[in-house]
């Protein structure tokens, strides 16, 4: 087998031979699928655009998170659930925040918090779990310990989330 290597044949008729095929290959496979990724892509690019202009047209609010002059530097649960709350029109008596200690664990840092929604319509409580796992993508709502549904009123609900933001 190591006299394959010694052989002239392989380094003045193989290799060039091999050599020459590649610009070959490369023209008659790799450029017109690469084309045909371009074309993909570029599609792909011109649907999103168009879902993206209508996400901005139904909801202009998510355009105030992505102000770049606003730069935290730590994530706040006060200040996201005072956010979100706004936007879902819940009044600041109606709902109830308390937060725990940064805690690490296997190189993961977190923190919890324990929200409260008090006499809150349930579509409300639907709109403000979404749009906060949404705005905060290291946000997770781990258990909703209670939902309960007052009396007497139609439509009136109370519910404890219990929260988790990882940092």
Not at 18 to 28: A, C, D, H, I, Q
Not at 46 to 74: H, Q, Y
Request: charged fraction near 30%; include cysteine.
């Amino acid at each position: 087998m190591k006299n394959v290597y010694r052989n002239p044949i392989l380094y003045y008729v193989l290799v060039p031979a091999l050599t020459g095929l590649w610009p070959l290959l490369v023209s008659t496979v790799y450029l017109p699928g690469a084309e045909h990724n371009w074309e993909l892509e570029k599609n792909e690019y011109g649907k999103g655009e168009k879902v993206i202009a209508e996400i901005i047209a139904l909801d202009p609010d998510r355009l105030e998170f992505s102000d770049s002059s606003e730069k935290s530097a730590e994530f706040d649960y006060a200040i996201a659930i005072e956010r979100i709350a706004a936007l879902c029109r819940i009044p600041t008596a109606n709902y109830k925040l308390s937060s725990g200690i940064i805690i690490t664990t296997k190189k993961q840092k977190s923190r919890r918090a324990d929200v409260s929604l008090k006499d809150v319509e349930i579509t409300k409580i639907a709109k403000f779990l979404s749009m906060i796992q949404l705005r905060y993508s290291n946000l997770q709502c781990t258990q909703i310990t209670k939902l309960q549904k007052k009396k007497g009123l139609p439509d009136k609900w109370d519910v404890d989330l219990d929260l988790k933001y990882y940092f």
